[in-house]
Nanobody, 123 residues
Framework: QVQLVESGGGSVQAGGSLRLSCAAS????????RAWFRQAPGKEREGVAA???????LYAESAKGRFTISRDNTKATVHLQMNSLEPQDTALYYC?????????????????WGQGTQVTVSA
């Protein structure tokens, strides 16, 4: 079991940036694939970006060119740098961990989740 704690959410104007962080602890914290998902009110949870334990990355089309996922394996921490934010990026952002291979943006492939951090982008 991996425990996950997100931080770094907040409110920003369109065009601004935020950096989310996810600290992991517990068994397999450093060897799990990691991902960020988000869920806006009235919408289904969707994958944003994922990174394997080897550093392979995967991005949703909406995130390509604007978001960057990275990981620090020594600290079992994953970051999501979000630039050029848009109002449609407003959502509750969740960190997830899983042991599946290859890394995916499918929520059912992840069995460890954080509580979420709110990101609000105003026009």
């Amino acid at each position: 079991q991996v425990q996950l704690v997100e931080s770094g959410g907040g409110s920003v104007q369109a065009g601004g940036s935020l950096r989310l962080s996810c600290a992991a602890s517990g068994n397999n914290a450093r060897s799990a694939n990691r991902a960020w998902f988000r869920q806006a009110p009235g919408k289904e949870r969707e994958g944003v970006a994922a990174i394997s334990v080897y550093g392979t990355t995967l991005y949703a089309e909406s995130a390509k060119g604007r978001f960057t996922i990275s990981r620090d394996n020594t600290k079992a921490t994953v970051h999501l740098q979000m630039n050029s934010l848009e109002p449609q990026d407003t959502a509750l952002y969740y960190c997830a961990a899983g042991m599946q291979w290859p890394v995916t943006l499918i929520s059912s492939d992840y069995n460890n989740w954080g509580q979420g951090t709110q990101v609000t982008v105003s026009a």
